[in-house]
């Protein structure tokens, strides 16, 4: 498991209460210390107590990989070039690879399972990803959750599901890796831009109307990417989006509400002591689509409130006539 934060901590409960002995980089030496001697990761789900017989906490990323037979990437997606970049580049050859982050390569705009595949020279088919509506906050609950995983082999993918069920997940195996990355980006940045809306005292009206606008906008796009068949009624895909863009854990509406309150981008940051992707993925999705030039008026609107300092009242309202 690469990663210490929210989502590297709740997958890690998973995977080892289901009994697989789980080797764990997390970049602070403290938080190590800390595990080994308390069991809990002090700065994240810090209630969720765990079994040392099979969780190896370390800051030695090379080490937890080198005999992993899966390597869970979860990293948010601004630091995760920095933290592979410190792995050989056969450091993952032979290894099955999950990302769980929900994001792209910042200056690369690429997805972070395309910039694996290249760094480590992988082939598609031994990579998946962690998509679904699920906060790691009511996995630590134990609350009843769904997950897909997503691998261009499905088989592959099943194996992984295999070892994340329990009580309280569901898990199911698709093929749309590039459709259900893209989408966990995406959704990101919706749900930023609901908590905009909602900081500048736009209702549940409205936010209805943006969330289905933002289906429209998420197909179009993905449409112009991959133009596979896909259903975007589905949990990976709608059921993500809608999680965000309502949940009280969602920190990427929280943040965009704290914009939409008139907080600067930098203060909102500095407050939230989480990485709120929808920030970055904004940029990377405004940007690839200079090309695609598909009709993104959510996605262009996030983009000149966080990146061209455009007042978000002014920007909500020329979106506004531009929703249906
Ligand atoms: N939290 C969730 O519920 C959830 C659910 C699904 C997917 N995800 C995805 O999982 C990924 C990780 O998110 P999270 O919620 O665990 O993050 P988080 O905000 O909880 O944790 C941030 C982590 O980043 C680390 N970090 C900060 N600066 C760093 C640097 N320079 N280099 C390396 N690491 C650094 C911190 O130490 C911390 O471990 C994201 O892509 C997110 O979208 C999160």
Redesign the pocket.
């Known amino acids: 498991m690469l ?8 997958l890690t409960k998973i995977l080892s209460e289901n009994g697989a002995r789980v080797s764990w980089w ?3 030496k403290d ?1 190590v210390q800390h595990l080994r001697t308390t069991r809990h990761n002090p ?2 789900l810090s209630s969720v107590a765990f079994d040392l017989t099979r969780v190896f906490p370390s800051t030695d990323i090379a080490e937890v990989v080198k005999d992993a037979e899966w390597v869970v990437l ?6 995760v070039k ?2 592979l970049d410190k792995l050989d580049r056969d450091a993952l050859k032979g290894k099955r690879i999950i990302s ?4 792209m390569i910042p200056g690369r705009n690429e997805l972070v399972t395309d910039y694996a595949m290249e760094r480590f020279r992988l082939k598609e088919g031994c990579m998946g990803v ?1 998509a679904g509506p ?4 009511e996995v630590a609950l134990e609350k009843q959750s769904y997950l897909t995983i997503g691998s261009p082999d499905v088989a592959l993918a099943e194996q992984f599901c295999q070892l994340l069920r329990n009580r309280y997940v569901r898990a199911h195996a698709a093929a749309d890796l590039d459709g259900i990355e893209y989408c ?1 980006v995406m959704k ?1 940045i919706i749900a930023l831009t609901c908590g905009i809306a909602h900081g500048l005292g736009y209702g549940d009206n409205f936010q209805a109307v943006l969330v289905s606008n933002a289906v429209q906008e998420i197909r179009r796009f993905l449409h112009a990417l991959s133009p596979e068949p896909r259903d975007l009624s589905a949990s990976a895909y709608l059921g993500d989006l809608l999680v965000t863009a309502y949940s009280q ?1 969602s ?1 990427n509406r929280t943040f965009g509400s704290m914009v939409g309150r008139g907080y600067s981008v930098k203060s909102a940051q500095l407050e939230m ?3 709120a ?1 929808g920030y970055y993925a904004v940029k990377s999705i405004y940007e690839l689509n200079r090309e695609l030039k598909v009709t993104m008026p959510i996605t262009s609107a996030a983009y000149h409130v966080l990146y061209e300092k455009i007042a978000p009242v002014v920007e909500l309202e020329i979106l506004k006539e531009k929703l249906r």
């Open positions: 990663g210490g934060g929210s989502w590297a901590t709740a997390l970049r602070g938080d700065r994240y979860a990293v948010p997606a601004a630091f920095e933290a769980a982050i929900k994001g962690v699920c906060h790691a906050e966990a990101n854990f920190r002591n989480m990485i992707e």
